[in-house]
C-alpha cells in the first residue's frame, strides 16, 4: 500500500483518481480549498482543506501524511476565463504550484504527478501532436500549464526530486458507477451542455464554428475518459516511485471526433433528440488536437481502454441524469 496526497481530489479528475487509488489498496488524502471542488466527492479518504498557496499548511500536510507521491491536480481550467482573467490563473496555477514545489522541497516529498494539458502545444501545423511538439500556447490557461512544467523541470534538475507531467487530451466521461463526476458552474464543455441540450435544459447546443478546414467542417478533439486518465495517473506515480525518469506524457486516444459526430452520439445513446443550431467561432479554438499516444504507451504500459465515444456519453449521461433529479428533488 502506497500513500498519495491528491491536491484538487474534490474535483472532477481528481475524485476519479482517488476512487481508484483507494480501490487499489491505497491511501488517499484529499487537500483541496473548496473554491470549485467539492466536498461531497471526497468519498475516498479524508480532506484537508486548505489553498496550495498557503506553503506552511502545505508542508505540514506533507511532513504528517509522508506521502510516496503528490498529485497535483488543483488548478483553475476555463480557456475563456484565463483570457479574462488571466491573474487568477497565474496565481492559482503558476503561484500555487511554485508554493507546493517549495513546500514538497522543505518537507522531503520526492514525487510528482501533475495535470496538464494539449492547450500547451496551441495550434500545431502537423497532427498527431507528439511530446516533442513545440509548446506555443495560445491563451493565458496554456501558458500557465507550461510554466509550471518549467518550473518543475527546473526544480527537478536543481533537487534531484522526481515529475511526470500528464498533457491531458479533452477529458470526459464519468465513473460507470455514478459515485463521481463532472461538476462544473456555469458548464461550458461539449458533451455535458450536448446532454443538457438532450434533456431539455437548455434550448439548444452551440455549435461554435462549422467552417473550419475539416470532414464536416467542426472542430475535432481527441476524447478521453476520466477512468482511462485516473488509471494513467496512478500509472505514472507507480512509475516515479520504481525509479522511473521525469518527463511528460500525452494522455489522449489518438483518435479525432468531430463536434457533429459528438452531437450524432449523444443522439444515439440518450435516444433523445439534441437541439442545436451554428454559432461563430470561439476565440482560441485550435480547428484539430489529437493525441500521438507511443510514448505513454510505452513508458506508462498504458492506454486508453475505455475511451469509446458511445461508453463516454453513456457514463456521462448516467451521471447527468442523477445531478439533474438531485436538483429537481
Ligand atoms: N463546443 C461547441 N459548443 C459548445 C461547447 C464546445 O461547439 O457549447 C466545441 C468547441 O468549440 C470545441 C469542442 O466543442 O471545438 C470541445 O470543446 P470543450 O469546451 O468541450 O473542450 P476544449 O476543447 O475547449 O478543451
Known amino acids: 500500500m502506497s500513500r498519495f496526497l491528491i491536491t484538487g481530489g474534490a474535483g472532477y479528475i481528481g475524485s476519479h483518481t482517488a476512487k481508484l487509488l483507494s480501490r487499489a489498496g491505497h491511501e488517499a488524502v484529499t487537500y483541496d480549498n473548496l473554491s470549485r471542488g467539492h466536498r461531497d466527492l471526497v468519498r475516498w479518504g479524508p480532506l484537508i482543506e486548505g489553498d496550495i498557496r498557503d506553503t506552511t499548511l502545505m508542508c505540514e500536510a506533507l511532513r504528517w501524511f509522508k506521502p510516496d507521491a503528490v498529485i497535483h491536480f488543483a488548478a483553475f481550467a476555463y480557456v475563456g476565463e484565463s483570457v479574462a482573467q488571466p491573474g487568477i490563473y497565474y496565481d492559482n496555477n503558476v503561484a500555487g504550484s511554485l508554493s507546493l514545489l517549495r513546500a514538497m522541497m522543505m518537507a522531503g516529498t520526492q514525487n510528482l504527478v501533475v495535470s496538464s494539458t494539449c492547450a500547451t502545444y496551441g495550434q500545431p501545423k502537423n497532427m498527431p501532436i507528439t511530446e516533442e511538439t513545440p509548446q506555443e500556447p495560445l491563451n493565458p490557461y496554456g501558458q500557465s500549464k507550461l510554466m509550471m512544467e518549467q518550473m518543475c523541470s527546473d526544480f527537478s534538475s536543481a533537487h534531484g526530486f522526481h515529475y511526470m507531467a500528464l498533457r491531458y487530451f479533452n477529458a470526459c466521461g464519468c465513473d460507470p458507477e455514478g459515485e463521481t463526476g463532472e461538476r462544473h458552474d456555469p458548464e461550458p464543455h461539449l458533451i455535458p451542455r450536448a446532454l443538457m441540450a438532450a434533456n431539455g435544459e437548455i434550448d439548444r447546443l452551440d455549435i461554435f464554428g462549422a467552417d473550419y478546414q475539416t470532414p464536416d467542417g467542426t472542430c475535432i478533439r481527441d476524447y478521453i475518459h476520466v477512468s482511462d486518465l485516473a488509471t494513467a495517473h496512478m500509472a505514472a506515480a507507480l512509475h516515479l516511485m520504481n525509479g522511473g525518469a521525469s518527463g511528460a506524457l500525452n494522455l489522449g486516444t489518438g483518435r479525432g471526433i468531430?463536434?457533429?459526430?459528438?452531437?450524432?452520439?449523444?443522439?444515439?445513446?440518450?435516444?433523445?433528440?439534441?437541439?442545436?443550431?451554428?454559432?461563430?467561432?470561439?476565440?482560441?479554438?485550435?480547428?484539430?488536437?489529437?493525441?500521438?499516444?507511443?510514448k505513454a504507451n510505452a513508458i506508462l504500459?498504458?492506454?486508453a481502454r475505455h475511451s469509446g465515444i458511445d461508453y463516454i456519453i453513456s457514463t456521462a449521461w448516467k451521471w447527468h441524469q442523477n445531478e439533474s433529479r438531485q436538483i429537481r428533488s
Open 258 to 294: 468531430s463536434v457533429r459526430e459528438i452531437i450524432e452520439a449523444t443522439a444515439r445513446v440518450t435516444g433523445k433528440p439534441v437541439p442545436h443550431h451554428f454559432a461563430p467561432r470561439r476565440a482560441g479554438d485550435p480547428a484539430i488536437l489529437v493525441a500521438a499516444t507511443a
Open 301 to 303: 504500459d498504458w492506454k
